[in-house]
């Protein structure tokens, strides 16, 4: 893994800046042909809402004073390309399609879609983007989004549909886009790329980049249409969509065995190329957003890497086996995709043919749900709704380009071809041995474990269908995801190969172990988000939380090992973390929990048990006051954070409110204060209405020295009940609210570091600790 960039201190004002590999590599696209919209990125949404045309003017000039990639052109000299930030205003278009019948709106729509998306762009003018309303009613408009591949890639352009979106919003209501200040603009990603590949960072992908291409043949696509002295790259798309009960097939055999929806979507593919083209090797480029540090997640501009995928087809093997070979080829080329993909094929001709632009004939890409909403390709803020729509060909760079599209109504699957080369029933049958590879692997789904059923007409489907009977726990909570993420990743440390630490908090707690456990290995803190909304108190909501926890942790490293750590209360959360992880493939090797009871341990205890354990605790009440009050007076605490630690406080609205509101400093390392807004308490009552089932791996508790032992405090605080694995308990100096400070930490530190030597083949006697 390399290092993430990290924040340049100045602002690179109009000061030119080196432009990145992937910028130079589309400027130079448009160089070679400057009436090409090859390097254009078009997207468009069907906004519903009454959202007056000035307002989408002023969101637009928020969005540009915002980012600084929507204010930037671009220079060339003999040593290359270079990007300057200058003041310039977005280009809006209004057209009023309102007095045209429905049939003429839709037709021409789709005409004035495809013209300003084929619209070329002058890279050394600034802006180079543009937006365009097609006006249908005072409710209705298509918004088209138009940008030169040099400043956009497609995250950035949902990036900016989601903040316009929000910006529109706000100055509906008169007020002021609330968006914070970025930490990063792109002129510093840029410089920080320029730094890492003059580094020796990226040694070991170039290596294994040059193995994995070494002796590659390129593959020579036919046409299907006879070939013309001045073929362009004139493109059309061509779609189907796959039938509900198909793409639940599909998702559940994923689940089963541990597939991403891409890497079974690719096998199908590959098999389908495969037989169509009549060979056993396929190179497939793909793009990867790039963009694992949260510090990328709100930048706007291009990250997204293009990597070289060359696949073996083995006719032979069944779909599975293709599938896995598949899935194992796909990890090993994204465990290398920070290399650009000028330097991935430095000195290697993927194809001898000189009009592919970019050198190799087919590409794949996928593209998942919306994160932001449980309907998948929309985006809600108040009143204002955008919808995607099918996207519209700039050209096509590839013989054949594919993609797989999350709908409400399944996966759209569709081809853009190359029509100067191709015809339409070419691209027409490789989808249909695509789509007949997928319902081969759906077959493979057994019928209890769901099951698919076509209709007998085609492939839609007609009346009533079957749909699988056996929902997972991910397809049962697929509706309820949060409008935000609960946890925003906070990567403490983020060098080494080792497998890295994942922390669950409700505040930033881990800092002081990193130094200590985290040398050669990410550790990744998943904070509570401060904007997070508590889900529905039910049998779910641990399950809910965690699921959400799993996506961050997933898109970080997909497959693990993984480490877990927790303290208190989120250590059931990572219990079902943990779970859900193993559920899915991926292997977990420790779960640290500190000072964490386990779940149904408190609930299983009678009535009277439960209040005599109650009255047993009261006698820490002066001895934790006291400490607290000691806190308070170092600077480690506010009053207001000390006072939330009781629940008398923590549910009083009044408290509540005056704890919001007050200029008291936020506590350095508390792990219940006024910003929980009931986390804590909603976690204790989650705990009781969550369905825990035994774990069958390895966990280590660490366990406040100062805690009661007896018969209402068991040593193990319950966890012996749910861990059917192996089960280590260490004691650790101090009480519970200084488990995450010094001397425990130095204890944690110790074991853990034990623990993880043991586990990674490093330990030996002389390293053994009592």
């Known amino acids: 893994m390399t290092q993430a960039p990290s924040v340049v201190g100045q602002e690179p004002g109009f000061e030119p800046v080196r432009c990145t590999s992937i910028q130079e590599r589309y400027l130079e696209v448009q ?38 990639a929507l204010r930037t052109r671009f220079e060339r000299s003999a040593d290359g390309y270079s990007q300057i930030v200058v003041e310039a205003s977005p280009r809006l278009s209004l057209i009023d399609l309102s007095q045209l019948s429905n049939e003429r709106y839709q037709a021409e729509a789709e005409r004035l879609a495809s013209l300003e998306a084929r619209a070329p762009f002058d890279p050394l003018v600034a802006p180079p983007w543009r937006t365009t ?98 073929a362009g790259r004139d493109g059309e798309i061509r779609s189907r969509v796959l039938p509900r009960p198909l793409t639940d097939a599909l998702q559940s055999l994923a689940r089963r065995e541990g597939f991403t929806m891409y890497g079974l979507a690719c096998a199908a593919l590959t ?88 050198g190799y004939a087919i590409n794949f890409a996928a593209q998942a749900a919306n994160v932001e909403t449980s309907q998948v390709g929309v985006i809600q803020r108040g009143a204002l709704e955008l919808v995607s729509l099918p996207s519209v060909t700039t050209g096509c760079l590839y013989e054949f380009s594919f993609f797989l599209v999350e709908r409400q109504e399944g996966w759209r699957i569709s081809c853009e071809y190359n029509t100067d080369h191709h015809v339409a029933a070419a691209a027409d049958a490789l989808l249909k041995a695509w789509s007949e590879e997928m319902e081969a692997q759906a077959n493979l789904v057994e019928s209890d474990r769901g099951g698919w059923a076509r209709t007998s007409k085609g492939d839609q489907p007609t009346g009533d269908v079957v749909t699988p009977v056996a929902f997972s726990l991910e397809r049962r909570l697929s509706g309820r995801r949060p409008t935000r993420p609960y946890f925003q990743p906070c990567v403490l440390q ?38 997070a909304t508590l889900p529905p108190l039910d049998q779910d909501s641990i399950c809910r939380i965690a699921a959400c926890a799993v996506r961050q942790i997933r898109a970080h490293d997909p497959v693990g090992p993984y480490y877990l750590i927790s303290l208190c209360l989120m250590g059931n959360v990572a219990l079902e973390v943990a779970q859900q992880l193993k559920s899915l493939n991926g292997e977990v090797s420790v779960i640290f929990l500190l000072d964490a009871v386990a779940p149904g341990y408190v609930e ?12 047993q605790l009261t006698d820490r009440i002066i001895p934790d006051l006291m400490a607290r009050i000691r806190k308070i007076r170092s600077g480690d605490m506010s009053i207001a954070a000390a006072m939330s630690q009781y629940s008398i406080v923590r549910n009083n609205p009044l408290a509540r409110l005056i704890g919001r509101g007050g200029d008291a400093p936020r506590p350095r390392a508390t792990n219940e204060d006024f910003l929980n807004h009931g986390l804590m308490d909603y976690l204790l009552d989650a705990r009781a209405l969550y369905p825990w089932k ?62 993880i030597d043991r586990r990674e083949g490093r330990w030996s006697a002389e390293r053994s600790v009592g």
């Open 133 to 230: 309303v097609l006006r249908r009613s005072p409710n209705e408009a298509i918004l088209l989004l138009t940008f030169h591949h040099a400043i956009a890639d497609g995250w950035s352009v949902g990036l900016i549909a989601r903040e316009f979106a929000a910006a529109v919003e706000a100055l509906e209501r008169g007020q002021r886009p609330d968006c914070r200040e970025l930490d990063l603009q792109y002129a510093d990603y840029a410089q920080w790329q320029s730094a890492l590949l003059a580094s020796d960072g990226l040694t070991e992908e170039r290596q294994y980049w040059r193995g994995k291409l070494s002796g590659l043949s390129p593959l020579d696509i036919k046409p299907t249409r006879q070939r013309v002295l001045d």
């Open 494 to 531: 983020s060098e080494g190969k080792l497998p890295p630490i994942f922390a669950l908090s409700n505040r930033s707690l881990y800092y002081p172990l990193v130094q200590r456990v985290a040398a050669g290995r990410p550790f990744i803190d998943l904070q509570w988000a401060d904007d």
């Open 31 to 68: 160089r070679d042909d400057p009436g090409s919209s090859l390097a254009n990125v078009a997207m468009r949404w069907l906004m519903k809402g009454a959202v007056h045309d000035q307002t989408i003017q002023k969101a637009l000039d928020f969005l540009a004073g915002r980012h600084e």
């Open 271 to 358: 098999r389908a190329l495969g037989r169509e083209l009549e060979t056993d090797e396929i190179v497939v480029g793909t793009q990867v957003a790039n963009r694992d540090d949260p510090l990328l997640f709100d930048l706007v501009g291009p990250v997204v890497n293009t990597v070289v995928l060359r696949l073996g087809i083995d006719a032979e093997n069944d779909p599975l086996a293709h599938a896995r070979s598949i899935r194992d080829e796909v990890s090993q080329a994204l465990a290398n995709k920070a290399l650009p993909f000028a330097e991935i094929t430095a000195g290697i001709e993927l194809s001898d043919r000189k009009d592919l632009p970019l």
């Open 604 to 615: 299983s205890m009678s009535r009277f048990d439960r209040f005599l354990r109650r009255v």
């Open 694 to 755: 035994p774990y069958d791996a390895e966990v280590v508790l660490f366990r406040s020295s100062k805690s009661r032992v007896g018969r209402l405090f068991e040593r193990g605080l319950g966890w012996d009940k749910v861990v059917n694995g192996q089960l280590r308990i260490f004691d650790v100096p101090g009480v519970h609210d200084d488990m995450t400070r010094e001397p425990a930490v130095a204890t944690i530190a110790e074991y853990m570091s034990w623990v």
